[in-house]
């Protein structure tokens, strides 16, 4: 005996329909021009002073355009209707640009670094009055697209990667300015590989944080604001349930959490309440307590599961 039910609510930000990113793709792409921007005059005024953290900021600019990019594209096709095939449309597409863009801040934070030894071996001159004014050209820009993309990397592992993109050039920024002024007060021209040094290690914790978000929600770990221990309890709570199994909760994409069980109730409970009904008080037993997109529930007898197929287990 079988039945199963599908259960949908939204909380906060994200919209009724599509994924949670969708209602940010407008920001996106407004940062997106803004990097850009930024990269082209940073790339410039690097060359024109000699600065590496200047060039390398313009660097890390140049990673996180291509970051915002590819997080506009998931958008695109995470959003596209399910099919025969793919029953829940491309909506890990936005996942995958998310490790996407951990792979790539990773690969630039590493290129940083061997960057900023290097320029300790081969020390270079760098007119640092020039590159305070580029640099706080691309320190207020990056401050734009940090308030436009803040909102949204609460509700989106893909527009959190787009956010802490942005994020690190905004502190790479600030470690230019702060190489600059030192190297025009004092002449230490060490500041500017020091200042490169640290864009390259402040990229790595929250890259490495988001990766392991990532990559729990592609192994199908029960979302982290689920407690499964909980749900179980909350559905054997349920007058007529004997027992609960098969019980499995992940995410599909940021936003998009989902819910199965096998939920055994006894025979005379149904045959009392009815089908419908206890589907009901399922989901009005997880809908008001833990944030579930979609929930699915097979009711059986006592003593069905013993017939089930092996796999079933």
Not at 16 to 36: E, F, H, N, S
Not at 184 to 202: K, R
Not at 209 to 228: G, H, I, S
Not at 253 to 279: C, F, I, K, N, Y
């Amino acid at each position: 005996m079988g039945a199963g039910h599908d259960h949908g609510h939204t909380h906060g930000g994200p919209p009724p329909t599509g994924t949670a990113a969708a209602a940010y793709k407008g920001r996106l792409r407004v940062a997106l021009a803004i990097t850009l921007s930024v990269m082209v005059l940073e790339i410039v005024g690097g060359i024109v002073t000699g600065s590496l953290a200047l060039v390398a900021d313009a660097a890390h600019m140049a990673t996180d355009g291509i970051g915002l990019g590819m997080a506009l594209l998931a958008i695109h096709f995470a959003n596209r209707p399910p099919s025969t095939n793919r029953t829940f449309g491309l909506a890990r597409a936005e996942i995958l640009a998310a490790l996407a863009n951990c792979l790539l801040l990773l690969g630039v934070g590493a290129f940083l670094l061997i960057e900023a030894i290097d320029r300790f071996i081969t020390p270079a001159e760098t007119k640092s009055g020039l590159t305070i004014v580029f640099a706080l050209v691309g320190l207020v820009a990056n401050v734009v697209s940090l308030s436009l993309l803040m909102r949204g990397q609460k509700d989106s592992l893909n527009v959190r990667g787009a956010y802490l993109e942005v994020l690190n050039d905004a502190l790479g920024s600030v470690a230019v300015l702060v190489s600059a002024v030192i190297i025009l007060m004092t002449g230490w021209q060490a500041a500017d590989p020091i200042a490169s040094l640290l864009i390259g290690l402040m990229i790595v914790p929250r890259t490495v944080k988001l990766l392991r978000e990532t990559l729990n929600v592609l192994l199908e770990a029960a979302p982290k604001d689920v407690d499964m221990a909980e749900v179980r309890r909350h559905i054997l709570e349920l007058p007529g349930v004997e027992d609960v199994h098969d019980l499995h909760a992940w995410t599909i994409t940021s936003g998009m959490p989902v819910l199965s069980a096998h939920v055994v109730v006894a025979q005379e409970v149904l045959d009392a309440v009815g089908h419908e009904r206890m589907l009901h008080d399922l989901q009005g037993c997880l809908g008001d307590h833990f944030d579930v997109e979609h929930c699915t529930f097979q009711l059986e007898p006592v003593g069905h599961a013993e017939h089930e197929a092996r796999l079933c287990h």
